[in-house]
Nanobody, 127 residues
Framework: QVQLVESGGGLVQPGGSLRLSCAVSGFTLEYYAIGWFRQAPGKEREGVSCISGDDGDTAYVDSVKGRFTISSDSAKNMVYLQMNNLKPEDTAVYYC????????????????????WGKGTPVTVSS
């Protein structure tokens, strides 16, 4: 059974950093692409970053380029999202999602494309 469990969210001041973690189980990471998505109150869920479990290829949406870094550790079945220089507009619930097929759909996988989802971890950026 495919499972994804997010952790690492919290309250941080503008300009601060957080590292989100996604623990995956029930599947072999190298055959999947893993994405981070977020949903702010009253808004639609949107993509943030994605990584290929096979070759480590990555994709980012423009709003987080240069600030967020996605990475994976196949030995630990973990995917991470390092978020630096956080802004109030980054406030959202962050979700980890998986799709079978390690090639990243460009420019970014749509929400409906993903097969499995975690329950999310909240991130609040506020002074």
């Amino acid at each position: 059974q495919v499972q994804l469990v997010e952790s690492g969210g919290g309250l941080v001041q503008p300009g601060g950093s957080l590292r989100l973690s996604c623990a995956v189980s029930g599947f072999t990471l190298e055959y999947y692409a893993i994405g981070w998505f977020r949903q702010a109150p009253g808004k639609e869920r949107e993509g943030v970053s994605c990584i290929s479990g096979d070759d480590g290829d990555t994709a980012y949406v423009d709003s987080v380029k240069g600030r967020f870094t996605i990475s994976s550790d196949s030995a630990k079945n973990m995917v991470y999202l390092q978020m630096n220089n956080l802004k109030p507009e980054d406030t959202a619930v962050y979700y980890c999602a998986a799709v079978w097929g390690s090639t990243i759909v460009r420019p970014f996988p749509p929400v409906a494309y993903m097969d499995s989802w975690g329950k999310g971890t909240p991130v609040t950026v506020s002074s």
